[in-house]
């Protein structure tokens, strides 16, 4: 949904050596964990999205620990949180392409964090992309 979100292209799991922008994970040890493999053969540091698995939680120490094993191979973190009444909708991907279209102050109050999550993105993006063509993995 991050993808549908920024409207960027998804190229799905990561493949080595492919340049990528943003390198998505879950919150989990197994995620994070496999974006750090990735990270090994990322030709630059990406910007590490980490979407929360469970709303309005803290992470564990371990994926915590893990994260901050993983802060010099990646150019940012960004936390993405999770949109639990995303949960039951049957078009999630398609609720997540309007989110930073609107207003923010137009949004649902539950949609804010994910909208403000995802504009830090997109400001650490055109940041450090000159060409702002975006490549999520």
């Excluded at 090994?40 to 120490?61: F, R």
């Excluded at 901050?68 to 973190?77: A, D, G, I, Q, S």
């Excluded at 964090?113 to 992309?129: G, H, K, M, N, Y």
Aim: overall charge neutral.
């Amino acid at each position: 949904m991050v993808t549908q979100a920024l409207r960027g292209a998804d190229h799905g799991i990561y493949a080595s050596w492919a340049a990528v922008d943003v390198l998505v994970c879950r919150s989990t040890l197994y995620s994070v964990s496999a974006a750090q493999r990735a990270l090994q053969h990322t030709p630059a540091p990406p910007v590490l999205a980490i979407v929360d698995d469970v709303p309005h939680v803290s992470w564990g120490v371990n994926t915590a620990n893990k994260i901050r094993l993983t802060e010099p191979y990646v150019y940012r973190y960004v936390r993405i949180p999770m949109v639990a009444e995303w949960r039951d909708n049957p078009h999630p991907h398609a609720a997540a392409t309007d989110v930073l279209v609107d207003d923010a102050r137009n949004l649902p109050k539950y949609l804010r964090p994910f909208a403000e999550a995802l504009r830090e993105l997109v400001d650490i993006i055109t940041e450090t992309v000159p060409e702002h063509r975006l490549r999520t993995a």
